[in-house]
């Protein structure tokens, strides 16, 4: 069993959502937690007091927009700088910029696909060197449901999400022999901002398809993410999908 305790954490956009709870349920299990976020230096600040509060050793929040190669670079470097060693890496960044395939520009496209997909690369290679040399690491990739299925007005989130599942499995196989696991999370629908965005009369049919007929909190992605730390030594390459059965 892998443990989370004294764990060099990086999280990306970590100041609220899904990335958030993923920061304080390794926070709460001992690790010191990076705090990444891209603008909302406040709320990251305010995350990294309550971490303290919680009891966890060390927190530290590092901007950095990671759809830029050279910041995610920068927060990979920074890491390593202030704890010495980095041993788990969750990408979580994403965006959606939502529009029917006829609507959607150009640009709406790259923005997502640099967003959610580019930025997993960039952290990755940055951290691979640190990984590779410790013979020990996690990564975990948050995915999502639409990159498996599909849905309407959201060709360039489900293509980056789908990317992130072939990325993950590629990323296993090279990063093995390093004893570095490497694995992608699929949520479902969410209770986060990203979520909330979602005209209510939609949200009523996401409720009425889902077979568990709820929406999950971010803190059942975040105890996922535990278990691929701490239990999940034998699992690597594999897509864990935690939607309430929409996907199956
Ligand atoms: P959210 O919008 O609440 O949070 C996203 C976070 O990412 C924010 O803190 C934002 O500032 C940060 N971010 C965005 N661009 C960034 C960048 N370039 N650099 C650094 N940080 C950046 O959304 P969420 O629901 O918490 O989503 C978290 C992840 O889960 C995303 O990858 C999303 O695609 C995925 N997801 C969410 C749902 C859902 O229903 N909420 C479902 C499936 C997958």
Redesign the pocket.
């Known amino acids: 069993m892998r443990t989370l305790n004294n764990a060099v954490a990086v999280i ?2 970590a ?5 958030r709870a993923i920061a304080e349920e390794l926070g709460q299990g001992g690790a010191r937690v990076i705090v ?5 230096k406040e709320a990251a600040e305010d995350l990294v007091k309550k971490l303290k509060e919680y009891g966890s050793r060390q927190a530290v929040a590092i901007q ?4 830029d190669a050279t910041q995610a670079a920068r927060l990979i470097e920074e890491t390593v700088q202030h704890f010495g060693r980095i041993d788990i890496l969750v990408n ?5 910029l939502d529009r029917m395939m006829k609507k959607m520009t150009i640009a709406d496209w790259n923005t997502v696909i640099q ?2 997909l580019n ?1 997993v690369f960039y952290t990755v290679k940055a951290a691979l060197p640190y990984f590779m040399e410790q013979k020990s690491g996690t990564i975990i990739n ?1 995915s ?2 639409v990159g498996q299925m599909g849905n309407f007005g959201q060709a360039n989130y489900s293509a980056a999400k789908s990317g992130i599942v072939g990325f993950t499995r590629t990323a296993a196989l090279e990063l093995a022999r390093s004893h570095v696991t490497v694995n992608a999370i699929c ?4 209770e ?4 909330a965005i979602i005209p209510e009369n939609v949200k009523e049919a996401i409720l009425h398809r889902n077979p568990l007929g709820r929406v999950g909190p ?1 803190q059942e992605v975040a105890r996922a993410v535990r278990y691929l730390i701490v239990d999940g030594e034998y699992i690597t390459g594999q897509t864990l999908n935690i939607n309430g059965g929409i996907y199956m």
Do not use: H, K, L, W
């Not at 949520?187 to 969410?190: D, K, Q, S, T, V």
């Not at 986060?192 to 979520?195: H, R």
């Open positions: 990306t956009g100041g609220r959502g899904i990335g990444n976020y891209s603008r909302s950095a927009d990671v759809s979580n960044a994403g965006i959606n967003v959610d930025s948050i999502s449901f949520p479902g629908f969410i986060t901002e990203m979520y971010p």
